[in-house]
């Protein structure tokens, strides 16, 4: 099928690429054209593991293009894609809608024949509904279908996550768009991957539902590792205790500093904002905002009080800075509330993270970024690991302990056993394993 996907940040990108290589005809529009210069030049603009592989062997096969100009690509699509940006709207939390419905009235323009227009990118529930009522001001309602199909992609893994996914959400009730979604995604029904269909709302619903619970379940097993730290147990076994049971499931709880990304701030928030504008508040979900948020915080002083409660003249050698591993992505990043805090209380900061510290030093002043690990540890007065990347979780404890001033290491991700640095000498904190 020939398809076209507005929007090539992260989903649009992806997905796209993906699309191509499940064999359809694949155009990615964007306005940036310095953006489409780079891409047509094989430069992939995010930090995605495959991704420039795939768009190269697409581009090479002729099955994957890019283009500034949506005329030609709307014109000859059997599926548009909305794959824009919806950043949360300064000061009330709100999806900032303006590109989706942007795109909805470029659609409008320039479609021909039946075109099933799909919103990828993650809107408040009842969006697809303003979107069907742009294109209607402009076309015959049995010209075109406005679909949901929201995406579960997690950065880092989002090729695999599209090309083997739990399962896809179709929001219509269209039965021909239905047609056409089944045979988008043909590739993944032939292997058996549940294809949910369901009305609109209930698909726009269901991304944000599933977003916010996995906040919650992360906030949740933070706070128990915060009363493990209390009462002497250890959260790994906890999350393994409970994990167990296949009503919990073993994912999504590994303690650590607090969530962050470009996706649960966001979706947990306009979440919430929906739910309150319709009176029926998620009251879970505004208290894992506020718990979230102090978690990340409160990292600073579990720093400092295993410094000996002063950090001023001190140095620190920080570990990762990106939300989490295998991404450069700094949104929400936990560093962005602990580097600040450790400054002010008086510290020094050395950091080396191997993807994000060209984007972190747009967010951050006055830090020291190193070549790499031991780099960065040479002459600090104490190690911290914020981001938990591979390349962390075998580190040379000797050089390590050679390197720093002190034997202080905090893990804010439970990389290391806790028994094994101990009887190496270190003074060694993590999350929720006292
Ligand atoms: C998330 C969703 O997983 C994905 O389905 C959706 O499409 C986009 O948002 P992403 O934000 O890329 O993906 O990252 P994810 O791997 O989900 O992690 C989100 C945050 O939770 C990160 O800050 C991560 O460090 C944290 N996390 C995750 C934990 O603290 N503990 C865990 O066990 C898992």
């Known amino acids: 099928m020939r ?47 495959g991704l420039e592989d795939l768009v190269e062997t697409n581009v090479k096969q002729e099955r994957l293009f890019f283009t500034t100009d949506p005329e030609e690509a709307i014109k000859s699509a059997d599926a548009v894609f909305i794959a824009v940006g919806t950043p949360s709207r ?17 659609i409008a323009d320039l479609m021909e024949g039946y075109t099933v227009v799909v919103t990828k990118s993650t809107v408040p529930v009842g969006t697809g509904d303003e979107v069907e009522a742009i294109i209607a001001k402009k076309r015959a309602r049995d010209d075109f279908a406005v679909v949901s199909n929201p995406e579960f992609l997690r950065e880092g893994a989002a090729i695999k996550d599209f090309k083997i996914p739990d ?4 929001g219509t009730e269209d039965q021909r768009a239905m047609e056409v979604m089944r045979e988008l995604y043909r590739p993944l029904f032939l292997n ?67 969530y962050g990304g470009s996706c649960f701030p966001k979706d947990t928030l306009a979440l919430t904002k929906t739910a309150n ?14 718990v979230n948020a102090a978690r990340k915080k409160a990292m600073a002083d579990k720093i400092i009080a295993a410094m000996g409660g002063d950090v001023s003249g001190k140095q620190i050698a920080v570990l990762g800075l990106a939300f989490k591993q295998n991404t450069d992505d700094m949104r929400d990043a936990p560093s962005l509330d602990i580097l600040p805090a ?45 981001t938990e990347w591979d390349q962390f979780r075998a580190l040379d404890m000797k050089r390590v302990q050679d390197l720093l001033k002190t034997n202080t290491v905090i893990d804010l991700r439970n990389i290391y056993s806790k028994p094994d640095m101990e009887k190496r000498g270190f003074n060694y904190v993590s999350i929720g394993r006292p």
């Open 3 to 49: 398809v076209t996907m507005i929007g090539t940040g992260y989903v649009g990108l992806v997905s796209g690429a993906c699309f191509a290589d499940f064999g359809h005809v694949v155009t990615c529009v964007d306005k940036d054209a310095s953006k489409i210069e780079k891409l047509k030049a094989g430069e992939i603009p995010i930090y995605e593991p």
């Open 90 to 106: 300064r000061g009330d939390g709100h999806a900032d809608l303006s590109y989706v419905y942007g795109a909805a009235e470029e």
């Open 167 to 170: 399962r896809v959400v179709v």
């Open 192 to 258: 058996e991957t549940p294809i949910l269909f369901t009305n609109r709302r209930t698909s726009e619903l269901i991304k944000y539902a599933a977003n916010a619970f996995l906040a919650v379940k992360i906030t949740f097993i933070n706070e128990i590792a915060d009363l493990c730290e209390k009462v002497g147990a250890n959260v790994q076994e906890v999350s393994r205790g409970i994990g167990l049971d296949n009503r919990i499931g073993k994912k999504f709880l590994n303690a650590g500093p607090g």
């Open 277 to 290: 504008d319709h009176d029926s508040p998620i009251r879970i979900v505004d208290t894992v905002v506020e």
């Open 342 to 386: 450790l400054q002010k209380a008086g510290a020094t900061i050395r950091a080396y993270d191997p993807a994000s510290m060209e984007e972190a030093a747009k967010h951050l002043s006055d830090i020291q970024f190193c070549d790499g690990p031991y780099h960065a540890i040479e002459g600090a007065d104490a190690m911290v690991i914020i």
